[in-house]
């Protein structure tokens, strides 16, 4: 199997492209008409890791592939993060911290990682990465029928293997949920990021695609499903195991990394050491962290994490929710403190926007409440299509008091920012103009 390649067990038609939105529903909602969240065929397939405890001789599949657990001593404070959480840079969210979007000015193209916003589900898990194995099985393995091993391979082997290198944006589905609430007077639930749940790195790892060729991936393999080593994600007193989603094989092939590096330091324990899944341009959660195995099947795979969760719910979608959330949407942020007290007289408003569809190609300010626009200047025009662009506005404000500050951006597809963003239940994908409060004094 080679990137590019369309067979996979269906007509090339449908399954050319399963990165595309509108073909990756068509083509999954003819899989399963109805599945609705936590199903019985969702359970079956839940329980389908059941399969691979009885591979590895173990009574467990979960416990027979988790790494060494973190010495309690070393657990970190009461978010489970452990890198420091200076309040200059982060705003705390539960078990996850947000990155102040003025932390960004004067940085270049990368985000750091000091400043790297955090999401998890449970506490950062501590893993040696010499006892580590990532573990590949299942049905779309050639000559992985049940009851044989999964193919391991090790941190060393990994390492061993052609590097690749890509600066992609990883960035929350819920990123900007605040904004439902607070800008369009909307309920919904989940972490309320205002901007910061988005950050660039370079990645370095190995080609997904080719490990999966390594593993034996035969052209009858639709879905992979991969799994982190964190701790069983418990939602209201159900335990729902631990984090996985599924992925398309056509995606897994096309630019996905198994990175070992960011920003050309090891990953640190909060973004998933020793090795994350980097998923260009989708949602956040694609990008498992701590990776421990991945289930590679001839079928369509599901967990809660595409079926009750990152898939839109509400008045207009259907009961089940849409199909899975796949690519992310055109964002623009001011790197400015929120509700930042800014100088009268002559200044630079810098700024940043980003699109899971691809380049930016245009960004514009209104400083009227959205009533005029300017362009804004644009630094990056070949900025790479997984990136942000950086962009500046001259500014001198009429008056001095409270100021509303509004960018938005197009990205190459012709997407660009509306005025509101369409609601659904669980806030995902805001994507609207975001007012962003200023005093000018
Ligand atoms: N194993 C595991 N992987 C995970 C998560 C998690 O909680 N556990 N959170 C996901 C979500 S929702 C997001 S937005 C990204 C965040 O990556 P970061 O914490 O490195 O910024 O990781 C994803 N991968
Ligand atoms: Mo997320």
């Known amino acids: 199997m080679r990137p590019g390649d369309t067979a996979h067990g269906c007509p090339p038609d449908p399954c050319d492209d399963l990165t595309d939105e509108t073909t990756y ?73 947000e990155m102040r979007w003025e932390a960004m000015r004067g940085q270049g193209d990368l985000t750091p990682v000091d400043r790297f916003f955090v999401r998890n589900h449970v506490a950062t898990p501590r893993i040696d990465a010499r006892t580590w194995r990532l573990k590949l099985w299942g049905t779309g393995l050639h000559g992985s029928p049940p009851e044989s091993r999964p193919v391991e391979f090790s941190y060393e082997d990994l390492l061993g293997m052609r590097a690749e290198t890509i600066t992609s944006f990883i ?57 982190g080593l964190d701790a069983d994600f418990v939602d209201k007193g159900e335990d729902l195991g631990r984090v996985r989603r599924p992925l398309p094989v056509a995606k897994a092939l096309k630019d996905v990394l198994l990175a070992y590096e960011m920003n050309g330091a090891p990953l640190p324990p909060d973004h998933g050491f020793p090795v994350r899944l980097v998923v260009p341009s989708w949602v956040g959660i694609a990008n498992i962290k701590w990776l421990g195995d991945i289930q590679v099947a001839d079928e369509p795979l599901f967990s809660p994490w595409n079926t009750r969760y990152y898939r839109l719910f509400g008045p207009g979608y259907p009961p089940e929710g849409t199909a899975p959330l796949t690519r992310m949407n055109v964002k623009s942020a001011f790197e400015l403190p929120w509700e930042a007290a800014l100088p009268a007289g002559h200044q630079i408003l810098h700024g940043r926007s980003w699109s899971g569809n691809g380049r930016v190609r245009r960004v514009e300010v209104s400083v009227d409440g959205g ?24 500014w001198r404000p009429d008056a001095p008091g409270p100021h509303e500050l509004l960018a938005r951006a197009t990205d190459e597809t012709g997407a660009s ?25």
């Open 25 to 97: 529903e068509r083509v999954r909602s003819a899989q399963a008409p109805s599945v609705p969240p936590l199903s019985r065929r969702g359970m079956l397939r839940l329980s389908a890791g059941a399969g691979l405890g009885a591979a590895l001789g173990t009574a467990a599949a979960p416990q027979a592939l988790a790494a060494p657990a973190a010495p309690q001593g070393l657990a970190a404070p009461a978010t489970g993060i452990v890198k420091p959480l200076p309040p200059e840079l982060f705003i705390p969210q539960g078990t996850n911290a």
């Open 171 to 227: 960035e929350c589905t819920g990123n900007g949920r605040n904004f439902y609430a607070t800008q369009q007077g909307q309920e919904v639930s989940g972490t309320p990021w205002r901007l910061g749940g988005v950050g660039v790195a370079r990645w370095r790892g190995v080609r997904l695609s080719a490990v999966l060729e390594r593993a034996g991936l035969t052209p009858r393999a639709v879905d992979i499903l991969p799994r």
């Open 371 to 394: 009533a005029t626009w300017r362009p804004a200047r644009v630094r990056d025009h070949h900025a790479n299509p997984r990136g942000w662009v950086r962009w500046e506005f001259p």
């Open 417 to 441: 920012q509306p005025s509101t963003a369409p609601y659904n239940t669980l806030g995902y994908l805001f994507g609207a103009v975001v007012r962003h409060p200023v005093t000018v004094s």
